[in-house]
């Protein structure tokens, strides 16, 4: 598991669209799937400054590492709609929250991330993925 949290005390948005929120699910899953496990130089490029600040592309190759060992691609999610668990929501340090999984088999992909607004964009200061069992979550 990845989990930075900064201390941020940037004006919390009132209220994001569901298009910034499908942005933001979209924007991570391709830099997970697609460009994360294959160019951590990528993910850590496109994150917020407090993850790049914890976690070096080197550091992010090593978090992910057991996915490589066990063979686990999770290139996969990069086609597949995201289905959450929990509404998105803003927490009180204005940080957007998305939580659910992909319906992969034999083993689902559940996923729980957290963004901060920099820049115009929502960048992951959080990301948690785990490959398990449907019924065992």
């Known amino acids: 598991m990845i989990t930075v949290r900064p201390t941020w005390s940037g004006r919390v948005p009132a209220r994001r669209s569901e298009d910034q929120v499908r942005e933001a699910q979209r924007g991570t899953r391709r830099r997970i799937a697609v460009e994360g496990l294959l160019n951590y130089a990528v ?3 496109k994150a917020s400054k407090p993850f790049r600040e914890q976690f070096s592309p080197d550091r992010l ?3 992910f590492k057991v996915f490589v060992e066990k063979h686990i691609d999770i290139r996969i999610i990069a086609a597949k709609t995201p289905l959450p668990t929990e509404e998105a929501k803003i927490d009180d340090d204005g940080n957007l929250i998305l939580i659910g999984y992909f319906d992969t088999t034999p083993s689902h992909v559940y996923y729980d991330l957290k963004y901060v607004l920099s820049d115009g964009e929502w960048k992951p200061i959080k ?7 449907p019924d065992k979550k």
Not at 127 to 133: P, R, S, T
Request: proline share 0%; charged share 25%; glycine share 0%.
């Open 127 to 133: 990301i948690n993925v785990n490959v398990k069992a």
């Open 61 to 63: 190759k090593e978090v």
């Open 43 to 45: 993910l850590h490029a």
